[in-house]
């Protein structure tokens, strides 16, 4: 089935260690897209992706690092310079060039920090 | 400050009562409106709405966008345990970005 597929389901980051929350759709869409959604929050864009080896910071950035090398793929790295990594993070992606489509999302991550 | 405005915060409600939640935005360049359900994990895909006074409905669910006055409202009617989720309303702006403004999100409990 086609889908959306986030991984690991939690995650634990200790002290200046950064991690990676892995991202893969088989949907062939275009772009890709992470949020971050802390309680009682909405979902919060992180970065984004239209095309494979292009990417755009969205509102909160700062602490975060991704990659477009395939078009399925689109992790995000959560760096040391994240002071405030617990969050529910989740991964979307979007056909684009078709007229109004929603976005799709996985099942999301858990990160907390140890 | 917020683009999308969501309200209320929280409801509680007892089986079969009918809800209406409210989604209101403040964007220039206004592409479309998205209501999602979110339970405990991926918010799954309800409504777009692109155009105003045009009722989007789907089994006891109902949505209508009033591009003039910039909100929207989704409808509950003869709720159930199983309606107990956060409800999120997002923006879609013009452009090629097609990037989304979430609100706050609306959380909902159904008590039987």
């Known amino acids: 089935d086609g889908g959306i597929t986030q991984s690991p389901k939690y995650l634990f980051r200790k002290e200046g260690q950064n991690v990676t929350l892995s991202c893969e759709q088989n949907?062939?869409?275009?772009?890709m897209y992470w949020y971050r959604q802390d309680p009682g929050q909405g979902l919060r864009l992180i970065y984004y992706?239209?095309?494979?080896?292009?990417?755009q910071k969205g509102d909160i950035a700062e602490g975060y690092s991704v990659s477009r090398e395939k078009k399925e793929s689109f992790p995000l790295t959560v760096t040391s310079a994240q002071k405030n990594p617990t969050a529910f993070y989740l991964c979307?992606?979007?056909?684009?060039?078709?007229?109004?489509?929603?976005?799709?999302f996985g099942d999301g991550t858990r990160l907390s920090i140890l | 400050e917020d683009k999308v405005v969501q309200s209320p915060l929280s409801l509680v409600v007892h089986e079969g009562d009918t809800v209406t939640l409210n989604c209101s935005y403040e964007?220039?360049?206004?592409?479309?409106l998205l209501w999602y359900k979110q339970e405990k994990k991926a918010p799954t895909f309800l409504f777009m709405l692109?155009?105003?006074?045009i009722e989007k409905k789907s089994g006891r669910l109902s949505s209508i966008l009033d591009k003039k006055e910039l909100f929207s409202i989704l409808n509950i009617t003869a709720t159930q345990t199983g309606d107990s989720a956060i409800y999120l309303c997002?923006?879609?702006?013009?452009?090629?970005?097609?990037?989304?403004?979430f609100g706050k999100g609306t959380l909902l409990t159904v008590n039987p």
């Open positions: 979307a992606s979007r056909q684009t060039g078709l007229g109004n489509q929603p976005q799709h």
């Open positions: 949907l062939n869409h275009d772009a």
């Open positions: 992706s239209q095309i494979v080896n292009d990417f």
């Open positions: 964007v220039t360049n206004f592409r479309s």
């Open positions: 692109t155009s105003s006074g």
């Open positions: 997002a923006v879609e702006e013009g452009g090629s970005n097609y990037k989304l403004t």
